[in-house]
Structure formats: structure tokens, C-alpha cells
């Protein structure tokens, strides 16, 4: 009995390829989740999101109360509003966290990255790259004779628009520490 | 202390399997006779009849393995367990702390493993806190949606001395998932309730899981508003197949009526289940014309897969206390005159028969088989375990469960050779009760070994064999979707189920004539220990209905008597 008559190569017969017909317009989050600082936990995190294949766009953690031995992991993602809130649920699922904030929707909040750039050059480069540096308020912590190191803190955004200007001047090396981020007020 | 722990929490059975890395645990349960502990012959044994414990008497399952290959043995079963909300908790042997590495014999990163197939894990290095962990993992794996949990104890910490931390005195864990659901959203609930013209409740494994006054509630819920009732595989069994409301079990082998009362409904009342792909077909034409509202413990498993208008986060059996109690207070409303029709719908679609099957001659038709097997043992103290594959889905449209954990099945994973370990672990937990596995040969024979432990601990597990000489579930895809091409799904050299009883120890019964099944299920039943019983039945039959995948619920398969005749020579030359 041939009683479906799918065509040779066609894969409409899977049920693994019924998508749901959510939204398809791609958002950008920022999700804060306080977890216990134990062994492991932020293998947890990142082991979800590679296993459900979710983006990450940005991660950092640090343990925030020593006392209570809690950290802070701040994620930027991205995906659909019901990606998103699946994201959120699926953390909140995970038996060391304690809370999960999506700065996003929950009102104002500031975003702030470090950043370090290594530009190496002589001459009028050289004097240009620290021109810039001082109008975009970096530090140099590093200084030879061929190179700088700046340092600078900003929205993620800013530190794009340094690195884009810095690229022509002698730009080598980049290292950025990813988004922290709070809400605004109290 | 493991042991002391384990006592505390009530724990009257152990699953598992001695080696290197657990031996000072096994030393201290051999010096205590408070715990029974019960040798697998392969640790996913041990899991999967922990599993099949849990799953009859609604307790965490305990399994103790050793480190390396006995902690990677078990991760099938923990799998099974996480995608089926079965609570267990896995004590792992672990290789000492200096050596953890190093690369030491029987080590492996067993924490890191099980990761994402454990609900939670520890690696236990401090001896201080061993007690402390084992407690709250025993609160983690039962507490919210339940699940499996590994606790991974290095052989140090095994043999070191620490202070014992009751139960009573462990902190409380900030793990409280809520129990009770969001009144408004229950309010909300009702007024559909009173409202709705073709309702129909779609019930799964979280009705059982949140206890036998889950099913009670449900049941009266059912009785009083009169609304039919489906359930997925998981589920069966918390409404009664004897009940008024009940249509059957629903998804890609449900019943007709199921499927289409879900297809048509005005109102789909989700309890415990989790909108799985084997039960939605084609999501964007899944029920179009409902509302749906979604009653589950884990967020996460709301608007996952489709989207519902009246979401309820709450404990099952919390949840359905409080409808009942604001449905009977609003005057126990509902329209009276749209479920006439509804059920006259109903009944027109019952009329298709879609499990009607034709028993001719010698040959065993399967659902015969079953048929046979469910006459001639309902009403009985009766547990059912089955394996994966056709003879899993025609055991859950010709049983019938009138009891929640009655039936233990691999759902969300899967799992081919669940059934006969699991059937161990039923058995332990119930001795004196009927537990069958209704079983393929090629699942059974995944993990026959544990028909070992069945005689050793002379658990009395009857093995109901469909044999079709065949991958069953596999042939039928491949004749309908690929083109008849039967790659690899036909069993050659399978063993004499009959010697092969013998030389485990137990009886042997082989049954290939309709006419004599009647007598063979008698003499399983009769038997006082356990019996491997092959039934040859017929090699190609196909399982329906079916709801080929792609399409939605109202454009289902039915079974046709013409799918004999339709097999061809591509078929006819395998056998």
C-alpha cells in the first residue's frame, strides 16, 4: 500500500519539519539571571542554549554577593517573541537560578562593555589614533613606541564605531568583555 | 551516610550494579537489611525499572551505579526519564577527588555527561555536604515537573567521615516551583467552561504525576460538566476507559473520534500534556477553531509549540480543585444543548470503528492478541509495561487503564527494551500483582538480559511477545513513506523464545494459532513465576488509524482490509 504518494526526496512527510506559525521577526534582549556561583552553572546556561539552539550575541559573568555566593550572567540574544520567551522559561527551569530578568521589556535599563584595543603605528596615524582616543573618552594603558592600548567603556555600540575608526589607523587586537547591564532607577 | 540518607527518605528499593567506584556503599548496604537492593544485569536495567517503580507508585526511583561506563550505561535511561517526568535519583560512583582528571580507570565526566539529560546533578566532593545534596536532590526530583537527578560521589568521600544532616534539618531549598494556579486565569477558564458548545479535555502524563487525587478530581470534573475526554499516551489511565467521557487515546495512532473531536472542538482544555509533535500533525492546522487553554507546572512548556489563550501554571491537582470548586459555585453551568449535538457528532464518528479488525484463520492478528489478553485479564490487579513500537500503540488502543499508574510506557524518548527492566521494577514494587510487558521481539531482545534479574528476585513478570519478525513500527514507515523499500527491518536469526525462557530459568510459551491463545494466555497467567511468551502473529500487519505526519487531525489513515493484498512482491519476497 502506497496510500501517500510522497514525492521521492520530499521531506513534508516528517513531523520534524511542522513549524509553528509564530511571528518570524527577530528581537534583540538582553536577559539578566541570577544564579548560585556553584560548579557548573554556567555550563548549564550555555549548554541550553547550544542544546535548543539558541543565539548568543553576548555573555558575561561574575559572582555579584559573595556572601550569598551569587552571580550574575548577562546574556544578549536574539530570536522571535516566542524564541524569547522560551529562552526565559527554560532558564527559569534550571535549579540554580534564581531570578530571570528581561531588561528589555522590564523598562530602561543601561548597557555598558569594556573594551581594549591594541593599535600599533607610527606618524600621523599614531597622533590620529590618540586624537580619536580622546574624543571618544578612551584611556591608554599601554603605551610603546609603535603602539597603544586604549581602553574603553560604552555602549556596545560605541565600541563598534571606535573599532570601525581605529581598523585604518593600525588596529591589531580587540578583546571586549560583553554587556553588563542594570535597570534604570530603583 | 548514603545509606542512612537514602533511609530517611524513605527509600525501600535500590536499582543497580557494585563496581570499583561504589564499593563502600555497597559494603554498608551489604551490613543493613532496611533496604532491598536488586542486581540489574546492565545499569540502563537498573534505570528503566526505576523508572517503572516510580511510575507505579508514584515515588522517586532509586538507582546506584559506579563511575565511568556504569554512569554512561544509565544515561538512556535518564533521558527516558527527563522527557517523561519520571522522579529518580542516580547515586554515581566517581573516582576519588585527587584522581578526578586524571584520565583514571573507569572515570568519566559523569556531571558533565548528564548535564542535559539529568533535571539537576551534583558532584558531591565535600563529605560535610553528601548528606545535604542527596536530600535536596531528593526535593528537586519530585518537587514542581518531576524528573531524574544524579548525585556523583567520589570514592574518597565515600569512605571519609562527616556530619549527618537529617532531612528535618537540611535549609530549605529556594527550589519551590508554585503549585497553585492564577485564580483569574481559572475564572477565565470557567466561563469557557459554561460557554463551550464542543469542548473536549486533552489530559496527559502530568495528571498522573501530580498523584492519584489528580485523577480523582479530573474524574469528577469529567462526570459533572459531561464533556468528552481524550488523553495522550502518557495519560492513560486517570480517566477510566470505562468512563462516560472517554474517547480513547488521541496523536498519530489515536483514535478517529479523538482526533476529530480535537480537530472540531470549540474549546480544548489541556491537562498536563505538552502539545507533542506525535500529537499536533500539522501544527499550523491543529484544532483551528478553538480556544485552548494550557493547565502545566513548567512555564516552559506553555506556548511552546502552540500558542493557547488561557494559560494556567499550576499544579494539576491544585488547579483542577480550584475550577471545580469556582465552576460549582457559579451554578455548575454548562450548554446543555450544544453537547447534545456535540456528542451526537461524537458518536457518529465513533461509528467509523476505527480499531475494527479482522481475526481469520490461523494466523494471529495482533490486536487480537491484545484483545485476548485484555479479556481475559481485566479486572484483574493488573500492571502493563510495554516497549516501543507498533504492538506499544496497539496495547494502547485495545487495553483499557481504569487506574492511573497501571501503564508504564517509554513516550517522549522512546526507548526500545524499557519495557522488561521496567517490568522488574514494577514488580518489585507490586509483588503480588499482575505485570505483563507486552512487548515486540526486537525491543524485548535490547534488554533481555534483565530476564536474569526476573528470576533471581523470582519476580513473576509475564512477557507478551508480539512477534512479527520484524522492526514493526520501522517496515510500516518504509512501506508507506519509503516506497516499500524495507531497509533492515526484518529480524533474522532471532533466538527460540521457548529455550531461550529455559535457559534464564523461567517458562517458555509458544502460541502461532489463534485457536490456541485463549489456552496459552491461561497458562501464562497461571504460571507462578515468569514466562517469556512468544506469540507469532501476522508479519504485516500495519498499525492504525494513523495520522501520516504533515497533515492535520482530520485527514487520518484508517485501517483497510485491502493493506494485505496491497503488500506486493517487494513485500512478500522478505518473508
Redesign the interface.
Known amino acids: 500500500?502506497?496510500?501517500?504518494k510522497?514525492k521521492?526526496g520530499s521531506n513534508?512527510?516528517?513531523?520534524?519539519?511542522?513549524?509553528?506559525?509564530?511571528s518570524d521577526v527577530t528581537e534583540r534582549h538582553t536577559i539578566a539571571v541570577l544564579v548560585d556561583n556553584e560548579?557548573?552553572v554556567l555550563?548549564?546556561v550555555i549548554?541550553l542554549f547550544a542544546?535548543r539552539g539558541y543565539n548568543i550575541e553576548s555573555l558575561t559573568v561574575a559572582e555579584v554577593d559573595h556572601s550569598g555566593r551569587m552571580s550574575r550572567i548577562t546574556i544578549v540574544t536574539t530570536g522571535t517573541p516566542?524564541v524569547i520567551?522560551?529562552i526565559k522559561?527554560?532558564l527559569?527551569?534550571?535549579?540554580?537560578v534564581?531570578e530571570v530578568h528581561d531588561l528589555t521589556v522590564e523598562g530602561a535599563s543601561v548597557e555598558r562593555e569594556l573594551a581594549l584595543f591594541k593599535v600599533a603605528g607610527t606618524g600621523d596615524k599614531r597622533v590620529e589614533a590618540l586624537r580619536l582616543a580622546d574624543i571618544f573618552r578612551a584611556n591608554v594603558v599601554d603605551s610603546t613606541l609603535e603602539s597603544f592600548v586604549f581602553e574603553m567603556t560604552g555602549t556596545p555600540e560605541k565600541i563598534d564605531a571606535f573599532a570601525e575608526l581605529m581598523r585604518p589607523l593600525g588596529l591589531v587586537d580587540v578583546a571586549r568583555t560583553g554587556v553588563a547591564a542594570l535597570s534604570r532607577g530603583t | 551516610m548514603v545509606v542512612q540518607a537514602l533511609k530517611d527518605q524513605g527509600v525501600e528499593v535500590v536499582f543497580g550494579y557494585p563496581g570499583g567506584a561504589v564499593l563502600p556503599i555497597y559494603d554498608e548496604i551489604f551490613q543493613q537489611n532496611d533496604i532491598r537492593h536488586v542486581l540489574v544485569r546492565h545499569e540502563q536495567g537498573a534505570v528503566h525499572a526505576a523508572e517503572g517503580y516510580a511510575r507505579s507508585t508514584g515515588k522517586p526511583g532509586v538507582v546506584l551505579v559506579t563511575s565511568g561506563p556504569g554512569a554512561t550505561n544509565a544515561v538512556t535511561g535518564l533521558t527516558d526519564a527527563l522527557l517523561d517526568s519520571i522522579p529518580l535519583v542516580v547515586l554515581s560512583g566517581q573516582v576519588p577527588t585527587f584522581l578526578i582528571g586524571n584520565d583514571a580507570f573507569q572515570e568519566a565526566d559523569t556531571v558533565g555527561i548528564t548535564r542535559p539529560c539529568t533535571k539537576h546533578n551534583w558532584l558531591a566532593k565535600d563529605p560535610g555536604a553528601l548528606s545535604t545534596i542527596i536530600h535536596e536532590a531528593f526535593h528537586v526530583a519530585t518537587s514542581g515537573r518531576p524528573g531524574p537527578v544524579l548525585v556523583d560521589i567520589p570514592k574518597d568521600v565515600q569512605f571519609a567521615s562527616g556530619t549527618y544532616t537529617p532531612p528535618s534539618k537540611v535549609k530549605v531549598s529556594h527550589y519551590q516551583p508554585p503549585v497553585k494556579g492564577d485564580m483569574e486565569a481559572i475564572t477565565e477558564l470557567v466561563e469557557a467552561i459554561e460557554k463551550a458548545k464542543r469542548p473536549v479535555f486533552y489530559t496527559g502524563g502530568g495528571v498522573i504525576n501530580s498523584g492519584p487525587g489528580a485523577s480523582q478530581l479530573l474524574r469528577e470534573l469529567v462526570d459533572a460538566t459531561g464533556f468528552p475526554i481524550t488523553s495522550t499516551l502518557m495519560g492513560l489511565g486517570a480517566y477510566p476507559a470505562s468512563g462516560d467521557g472517554w474517547l480513547g487515546m488521541l496523536g498519530m495512532h489515536g483514535l478517529y473520534e479523538a482526533n476529530m473531536a480535537m480537530h472540531d472542538c470549540d474549546l480544548m482544555i489541556n491537562i498536563g500534556a505538552r502539545f507533542d509533535d506525535r500529537i499536533t500533525g500539522l501544527v499550523s492546522a491543529f484544532s483551528p477553531h478553538s480556544k485552548k487553554a494550557h493547565i502545566d507546572i513548567d512555564p516552559s512548556s506553555i506556548n511552546k509549540v502552540i500558542r493557547v489563550d488561557i494559560p494556567i501554571v499550576g499544579d494539576v491537582g491544585h488547579v483542577l480543585e480550584d475550577i471545580l470548586k469556582v465552576w460549582k459555585a457559579r451554578g455548575r453551568k454548562t450548554d446543555k444543548a450544544g453537547l447534545q449535538s456535540w456528542w451526537a457528532k461524537i458518536e457518529d464518528w465513533k461509528k467509523i470503528d476505527c480499531l475494527k479488525f479482522k481475526q481469520e484463520g490461523k494466523i494471529i492478528k495482533p490486536q487480537y492478541a491484545l484483545q485476548r489478553l485484555e479479556e481475559l485479564t481485566k479486572g484483574m490487579d493488573r500492571y502493563i509495561t510495554t516497549e516501543v513500537g507498533q504492538h506499544q500503540m496497539w496495547a494502547a488502543q485495545y487495553l483499557g487503564f481504569e487506574d492511573p499508574n497501571r501503564w508504564m510506557t517509554s513516550g517522549g524518548l522512546g526507548t526500545m527494551g524499557y519495557g522488561l527492566p521496567a517490568s522488574v521494577g514494577v514488580q518489585m514494587a507490586h509483588p503480588d500483582a499482575l505485570v505483563v510487558n507486552v512487548a515486540g521481539e526486537a525491543s524485548w531482545l535490547m534488554n533481555m538480559q534483565e530476564m536474569g534479574t526476573a528470576v533471581q528476585f523470582r519476580l513473576p513478570v509475564k512477557q507478551f511477545i508480539l512477534n512479527n519478525e520484524r522492526l514493526g513500527m520501522v517496515r510500516q514507515w518504509q512501506e508507506l513513506l519509503h516506497g516499500e523499500r524495507y531497509s533492515h527491518s526484518w529480524s533474522e536469526a532471532l533466538p527460540d523464545f521457548v529455550k531461550l525462557a529455559e535457559a534464564f530459568g523461567a517458562k517458555g510459551i509458544k502460541v502461532d494459532d489463534a485457536a490456541d491463545l485463549d489456552d496459552a494466555i491461561a497458562e501464562m497467567l497461571a504460571y507462578d513465576g515468569p514466562v517469556i511468551m512468544d506469540v507469532l502473529v501476522e508479519k504485516h500487519e500495519n498499525c492504525f488509524p494513523m495520522i501520516p505526519s504533515g497533515e492535520p487531525h482530520n485527514k487520518m489513515l484508517l485501517g483497510e482490509a485491502s493493506t494485505k493484498d496491497a503488500i506486493g512482491s517487494a513485500g512478500a519476497a522478505l518473508v
Not at chain 1, 500500500?1 to 501517500?4: E, N, P, Q, T, V
Not at chain 1, 513534508?12 to 509564530?22: E, I, T, V, W
Not at chain 1, 527559569?92 to 540554580?96: F, L, W
Open positions: 500500500m502506497s496510500a501517500l510522497i521521492k513534508k512527510h516528517s513531523a520534524y519539519n511542522l513549524r509553528p506559525d509564530f560548579p557548573g555550563a548549564r549548554g542544546g516566542q520567551e522560551q522559561a527554560q527559569g527551569r534550571i535549579v540554580p534564581h
